[in-house]
């Protein structure tokens, strides 16, 4: 960790390496990397295809006539890398007469809003994946991630599959009950939630889901109002004197707080989400603007090779890909001749970060979302 000098002035290298310890650290403890998939994008405006299934093996009379021949049917999504940014003015008398290390704090405070960025985004995305005009399906932008209605196109053209069900665990029933009840009342709705995963089908008509999906492939998403009675479900191996035998049957629950921590009649704090998350396609895609390339990155020595399971130092390809689709600007450290025009008129200092990208829809087979009022 960097530290302060005799003279309490934080260099713009100091900022540096304050800042981008504090973005590792708390990147490698949120849950959004397991939801989406990266889709790393150099350009403005970029778009993704993906093709629909294979068609079914079929009996064939003889060795003369070939089964018929079956086109692809292809979906596409457009999205705008866009720029999110947050400035903070900071007077050089604050720096000079920090003696408690809050503007440590500070910038541990920016890497954190950072670094929290896309999570916050992906929240987003999901409240909002029942409104088709904010978050559009990816086969049909006239139907939202959440739909009871998705066209599926191709064989099975016009048949609705719904990736919503209705679930009992609502504002009114837990304040009135006990977490145990309310435990009982989740593993119902998971049951058919789970169920409702297995029933989807390709647009071939053909089941979507060719495994188990076993437990650590599930992950669930909740508000704190819900985590005690959440984790008691998949955790216990008792509830109410039965045996669980739903115990272990997920393989991460998450509590967000951007889901809301308290009961106040909105709907979204109840409902809670079931997803797929091992397979290639994931529920959400995550654009990653960035400008450096690969080859870049490895001129610096991270290489795969050198991976190691942790330690500040030892950072992955992806986490060093995240890095170079984040920037901290600021003018600290320009003192005397080498001084902007803000720092000798004004006696003040400016800190920026920013992030370019998007959160935008994936495979909505691998979602359910349990809809509590």
Not at 24 to 30: M, S
Not at 42 to 64: C, L, N, R
Not at 227 to 248: D, K, S, Y
Not at 307 to 320: C, D, H, P, Q, T
Request: hydrophobic share 40%.
């Amino acid at each position: 960790m960097a530290r302060l000098g005799k003279d309490r002035r934080i260099t713009d290298k100091a900022v540096r390496a304050i800042f981008m310890k504090s973005w590792i650290t708390l990147r490698r403890e949120l849950f959004y990397p397991m939801v989406v998939e990266v889709h790393d994008s150099h350009v403005e405006k970029d778009f993704a295809a993906m093709i629909g299934t294979v068609p079914q093996i079929q009996e064939v009379s003889d060795d003369v006539n070939d089964p018929a021949v079956s086109d692809f049917v292809d979906y596409r999504v457009d999205w705008r890398n866009r720029l999110y940014k947050a400035v903070i003015s900071l007077s050089r008398s604050f720096l000079d007469f920090d003696q408690t290390g809050q503007s440590r704090t500070l910038l541990h405070s920016m890497a954190a809003r950072l670094a929290n960025w896309p999570e916050r985004l992906l929240i987003n995305a999901i409240v909002n994946g029942t409104d088709a005009t904010v978050m559009p399906s990816f086969e049909d932008t006239a139907t939202s991630f959440f739909s009871t209605a998705h066209d599926l196109g191709g064989d099975v053209s016009g048949t609705g599959l719904s990736n919503i069900i209705t679930g009992s665990t609502t504002e009114a029933f837990i304040n009135a009950t006990a977490p145990h009840t309310t435990a009982q009342e989740i593993l119902a709705d998971f049951r058919e939630a789970k169920a409702r995963m297995h029933g989807f089908t390709d647009d071939r008509g053909e089941p979507f889901h060719l495994d188990n999906i076993p437990p650590e492939s599930l992950f669930i998403l909740c508000s704190p109002s819900l985590e005690i009675p959440m984790r008691l479900a998949f955790t216990a191996e008792q509830i109410n004197g039965t045996t669980n035998r739903f115990a272990n049957a997920v393989g991460r629950i998450v509590a967000s707080n951007y889901l809301g921590t308290a009961f106040t009649g909105a709907a979204v704090n109840s409902s809670w989400y079931v997803m797929h998350v091992r397979e290639r396609v994931r529920p959400f895609k995550y654009s990653r603007f960035r400008r450096i390339r690969d080859s870049e990155i490895e001129d610096f020595g991270i290489r795969e090779d050198l991976e190691k399971a942790s330690g500040f130092n030892n950072i992955s390809m992806n986490v060093a890909r995240e890095m170079s689709s984040v920037e901290l600007s600021t003018n600290l450290g320009n003192f005397g001749a080498n001084a902007e025009a803000d720092v000798i008129r004004h006696d003040r200092f400016l800190i920026a970060a920013r992030w370019r990208g998007a959160i935008f829809p994936g495979e909505w087979r691998n979602a359910v979302k349990v809809s509590n009022t």
